[in-house]
Structure formats: structure tokens, C-alpha cells
């Protein structure tokens, strides 16, 4: 019990000055003036991109912008931008579009871990990804590793706790938490709408998995989705988003009836023994969910082969949105970053509904001469989303935004590049629940090569895409556009 008891503070001292570091950085960054010299610093290499870039002019009618007003106006951008904290250097990423590759590279960092593992989670399908994603955890337990587990009540609502954690439970190593779980009658209360949308993983403080791919068989072949493995000073960053909503979770469950999910299962019980024996049967009926070692060195035939983006000490900002605590870093960064665009702005988002504020930053990058493009769903995986958009579109392309619906599957992945050089990725939408209610997360970069590789894949995703014209969105039928709007005010109101 001692043991146990010098474990837990030790766990808790670790925390502690892991979050007094974070805080104690992004005070100085805040108010300490040394923003403007990282900025500075950090757009200094890229002088030359500014100058062959608005050397050409989109516009025949006017001249080519005078690129050192536009470099000014960014690193005032990039200052602002460094101020929501989360900045580190000298990081390596790699970004996967191939859904098999993630997992493969995330079952073998579990499956080598030593000391912790720190997931958050939206969806935990219990199909092939899932379960065999808990199989490893269960493994990596058993070999003394803390693991710390956060799954979205509502994203995760096919997953049965009780049946598909319940191994978990033997170990004392483990803390699993469901985030938010559903109340009686409070589906009107503002609270019931926060949600994790956070796709996150890190292991032994050292490897680090973000992005928007979830624990599900989908995102291997039936989704176009892009995620991220990160190393490097980031790693403490994100480990500060984790403890976030880790505090919120465990504090919401330590207020209730069960500090944790497993607590009301008394083992030994006739219940318990109901519980265990219906889990043997339903892993002996699902034997083929589990991927056999030859499954994960055999990489899908027809699968695409994309380029994936590996670069080596670059310079991250890892950001992070939590609405009920008027923390919304992530989407004012992005916001920034599409207001100050000049000369090109893609937008790869699976629901388009953006709120007022991202509207008119679109719009101005629109009026500033930008090549202004957004790659939508066009099989979107919540077919009312899409529905719900269809009115915003004439908007758009009135302005002479291009609009492209992606057809050759279910688009789920959330870039967005700017002007060449800034990128960023993440789990957030560009809609209301993103940008009001749900813990988001996600990572900024202002690196031309980086930028350059997301680009590319924007342009082989347009290829499998249909581009929307005015005249097409005056064709579609009027009741359709009636719908849209419909269901679009109803999001409104009762939405957060």
C-alpha cells in the first residue's frame, strides 16, 4: 500500500510541474515581450519564399503585391499567434494518409512502451482497429506500464465498457475514463453537448500520435483522413492537453457514484461472473477481429501509395481548444492564419458550417486577392452536415470562392495551408460543436516543405473531386435548399 500511495504522488508531482512549466512558458510568451524576436526568427527564412511568391500577381487588372508589407503583416500574425502558447522547436513529424501504416507504427510503439501511455480518444469501435488497440493496451498493463484512458461517452457509445475494458480492470496500473457520460434529461443542458474530439496517444512521454483517425476499421479503407506521429519538445505540449481533459474527467466521475467505471462491479459476484463470461463468449465470436502479425506487414494492394510527409527539426505550435473554458487558441490561430492569406489559401474540411467569425475570414482573404478553395464531403459520413451546408455555398461562390465536393470516399481529414508556407492539421472541424463546445486539438507549422507536401495531396484529392459552380448550385432543387436551412437555424438553437 505504500507502494502504491508514493506512486500516486510521485504520479501527481510529475503533473504538477509538467503543467507549472507549460503555464510558466506560455505566461512569458503572453506577457513577456519575447514573442516578436521568435517570430522574427522564425519567418526570417522565409524572405525568399515571400519574394518569389507575390513577385507573380493573380490579377492582371492590379500589381503584384509589395512583398515586404505582406512579410511584415505575418510576423505580426505569427507574434499574435505565438502568444496562445504551445510553441517548441526541433521536432520531427510524419504524417500518415494511409490509415493501415498508423496503426501498424501505433501497435508497435504500444507494444514497445516502458513506462506510460496516455490516450484520449472520440471513437472505439469494437471491431478489427479497436479491439486489437485494447488487446495491446491489456498487453502493455501486464507489463507494468501506466496507462491513463479517456473515451468520448458519445463518440465511443458503441463500446461497452463493461464487456470490452473489463480485463483492464485487474490492473491496478490503470485509470479508464468516460468523458462526459449522458444524464437524465439534461440533452438540453449546455454541458451535455461538450464532447473530446481529440485523437491523441502519448507514450512514454517520448512519441506522441495526433490527428483526426479514430480507433475504427473506417479510417483503414473508407475514409480519406490524415494523421500524425510527433517527437521532440511538442511531446510535453500535448502531454498538457491530455492532463487537461484528464482533470476534467476525473473530477466529473470522482463527484458521481462511481470514481471510476469499474468500481460498481464487485468482483467475485454472481454479476461479475455474468459479466466475465459473456466477454469469453463474445471474443470467441469475434475471433477474426483480431489482426494477425502477417496482417500488419502486408500493406493493402489497393490501397494508394501517397507520398507521406516525414520532416526532421522543424518548428511546431501545438494548440488546443476548450470552449466552457474560454480557451479557443486553435480556431483563432486558424482564423488568423486564412484572414492574413494573399496569395492562396485550401481548406480540406469534412463538414463546412462555419460560424460568422471564420466567414469573414474567409471573405477577406477572398477580397485580398487569395485563391480561396474548399474540398468538402461530398459522401460525408453525416449525410445532414452536408445538407445543412448546401445554402452557405451560393455565398461563397458568389465571391468567387471555388468550392469541390470529394466523391472517392468519405472525406474526414482537416488541413488547411496558407500562402505556401503555414500548415496545420488536427481533429478540429469548421463547424459550430468544433469551435463552441468540443476539446479540439491540433498543430500549427510554418515551414514551406511542409506546406508544399499537404498541398500536393490537396491537388490529387481535387483530381478525385467535382468542383461545384454557381450554375450547379442554382440547379439543385429548391425544397433541398429549403432543408439546408432548416436543419442549418436548428443547429443554432439548440445546438451550444
Known amino acids: 500500500m505504500n507502494k502504491n500511495k508514493s506512486y500516486t504522488q510521485l504520479n501527481h508531482f510529475s503533473k504538477a510541474w509538467l503543467r507549472f512549466r507549460y503555464r510558466t512558458r506560455s505566461w512569458i510568451y503572453t506577457h513577456g515581450g519575447s514573442t516578436f524576436a521568435i517570430a522574427k526568427r522564425v519567418m526570417e527564412p522565409l524572405q525568399e519564399h515571400f519574394k518569389t511568391v507575390y513577385s507573380i500577381s493573380r490579377s492582371t487588372e492590379k500589381p503584384p503585391p509589395q512583398w515586404d508589407e505582406i512579410y511584415k503583416k505575418w510576423v505580426l500574425t505569427v507574434n499574435s499567434m505565438l502568444r496562445f502558447g504551445g510553441f517548441s522547436e526541433n521536432n520531427n513529424i510524419h504524417v500518415y494518409n494511409v490509415g493501415l501504416h498508423y496503426f501498424k507504427d501505433l501497435w508497435n510503439a504500444i507494444d514497445q512502451s516502458k513506462t506510460r501511455i496516455l490516450m484520449e480518444m472520440y471513437n472505439i469501435e469494437p471491431d478489427e482497429s479497436g479491439l486489437t488497440t485494447i488487446q495491446k493496451l491489456e498487453e502493455a498493463a501486464a507489463r507494468g506500464v501506466e496507462l491513463k484512458l479517456i473515451f468520448d461517452a458519445f463518440g465511443s457509445s458503441n463500446i461497452d465498457p463493461v464487456i470490452h475494458f473489463a480485463k483492464l480492470k485487474e490492473f491496478s496500473n490503470v485509470e479508464v475514463y468516460m468523458f462526459n457520460p449522458p444524464r437524465l434529461l439534461g440533452f438540453f443542458k449546455s454541458k451535455s453537448w461538450v464532447r473530446t474530439h481529440r485523437k491523441l496517444c502519448v507514450i512514454d512521454d517520448k512519441i506522441a500520435f495526433c490527428g483526426g483517425m479514430n480507433l475504427s476499421n473506417k479510417y483503414r479503407d473508407q475514409f480519406r483522413d490524415s494523421h500524425c506521429m510527433l517527437t521532440g519538445a511538442c511531446v510535453e505540449d500535448l502531454m498538457n492537453m491530455f492532463y487537461e481533459t484528464y482533470e476534467e474527467a476525473s473530477r466529473i466521475q470522482e463527484n458521481n457514484w462511481k470514481p471510476k467505471i469499474f468500481s460498481f462491479i464487485p468482483k467475485g459476484t454472481k454479476f461479475w461472473n455474468y459479466v466475465m463470461n459473456q466477454f469469453k463468449k463474445h471474443q470467441q465470436q469475434n475471433k477474426l477481429f483480431l489482426l494477425s502479425r502477417q496482417d500488419l506487414d502486408v500493406v493493402d494492394k489497393q490501397e494508394k501509395q501517397e507520398k507521406e510527409i516525414d520532416r526532421q527539426g522543424i518548428h511546431l505550435q501545438i494548440l488546443g481548444s476548450y470552449p466552457r473554458r474560454g480557451r479557443k487558441y486553435l480556431h483563432r490561430a486558424i482564423q488568423m492564419a486564412i484572414a492574413e492569406s494573399h496569395q492562396h489559401c485550401y481548406i480540406t474540411t469534412p463538414y463546412f458550417l462555419p460560424p460568422r467569425s471564420l466567414v469573414r475570414a474567409i471573405l477577406q482573404a477572398k477580397k485580398q486577392g487569395s485563391d480561396v478553395r474548399i ?72 515551414d514551406v516543405d511542409t506546406a508544399k507536401v499537404v498541398e500536393e495531396h490537396f491537388e490529387e484529392d481535387l483530381k478525385q473531386s467535382k468542383e461545384i459552380s454557381f450554375e450547379d448550385w442554382k440547379k439543385i432543387p429548391w425544397y433541398k435548399i429549403w432543408l439546408g436551412k432548416f436543419l442549418f437555424y436548428l443547429m443554432l438553437l439548440i445546438g451550444p
Open 375 to 446: 474540398l468538402t464531403a461530398g459522401l460525408s459520413d453525416v449525410p445532414l452536415f452536408r445538407l445543412g451546408s448546401l445554402p452557405l455555398y451560393g455565398m461563397f461562390l458568389k465571391e468567387g470562392i471555388k468550392i469541390y465536393e470529394y466523391h472517392a470516399k468519405t472525406l474526414h481529414a482537416k488541413t488547411i495551408t496558407s500562402d505556401g508556407f503555414f500548415c496545420s492539421a488536427g481533429s478540429y472541424n469548421l463547424d459550430r460543436m468544433s469551435f463552441y463546445s468540443n476539446l479540439e486539438l491540433g498543430w500549427c507549422t510554418f
